[in-house]
């Protein structure tokens, strides 16, 4: 019923990822997304390394917005901003989201952060100061990129629902039971 696809804003990881360049992936997708709605599947579309990439460095926001505008342009259900590499930094984040969430008006807008740096947390509680309130998260912190293999895993979900539990925000995720599960996926 929905499906969940993205392009890189770095054609060194466009490349590496699905042999195209941006420009063929964001055509793809526009085919992929007008496929979806013709069949009433609802259409999560994104940039990813949308905050640096391993093989390029920094990504000019200029091109994350242009991204966003046109996966937005294609009547997507919801927009995903990716931290594939992991490379993003409070202050970026919060600088790309005040810039894409107003242009996505009544879209949500979804970050996916990686801990590659061990600034997951710092990032999302930016990008949540900035008006996001949906993330990906993974128990445990699994996950990470096998093209890019500086990538760790996602920020884990059992430290993301108890640090805003600590905030008072209520996630409604039971963090002992995650952690349980996380412990025995380690051994």
């Not at 505008?69 to 005040?98: T, W």
């Not at 912190?141 to 890019?148: E, N, S």
Request: glycine share 10%.
């Amino acid at each position: 019923k929905k499906v969940d696809m993205g392009v890189p804003a770095s054609e060194t990881l466009a490349k590496k990822n699905a042999n195209t360049s941006i420009e063929e992936g964001m055509k793809e997708m526009e085919l992929m997304a007008a496929k979806a709605r013709e069949h009433g599947i609802k259409v999560r579309a994104g940039v990813q390394v949308a905050f640096g990439c391993a093989y390029e460095g920094k990504i000019e926001q200029s091109k994350v917005v242009s991204m966003s505008r046109r996966f937005l342009a294609m009547g997507i259900d919801e927009l995903s901003l990716s931290d594939s590499a992991g490379l993003g930094n409070p202050q970026l984040i919060r600088r790309i989201v005040q810039e894409v969430l107003p242009m996505a008006g009544n879209v949500p807008v979804v970050l996916h952060l990686h801990d590659t740096r061990g600034q997951g947390l710092a990032n999302l509680l930016s990008a949540l100061k900035s008006g996001i309130t949906s993330f990906d998260t993974s128990f445990g912190g699994l996950g990470g990129c096998p093209f890019i293999q500086t990538a760790k895993g996602n920020i884990a979900t059992e430290d993301t629902a108890n640090m805003l539990h600590e905030m008072g925000i209520n996630t409604g995720v039971d963090v002992a039971r995650i952690a349980e599960l996380s412990r025995k996926m380690e051994m």
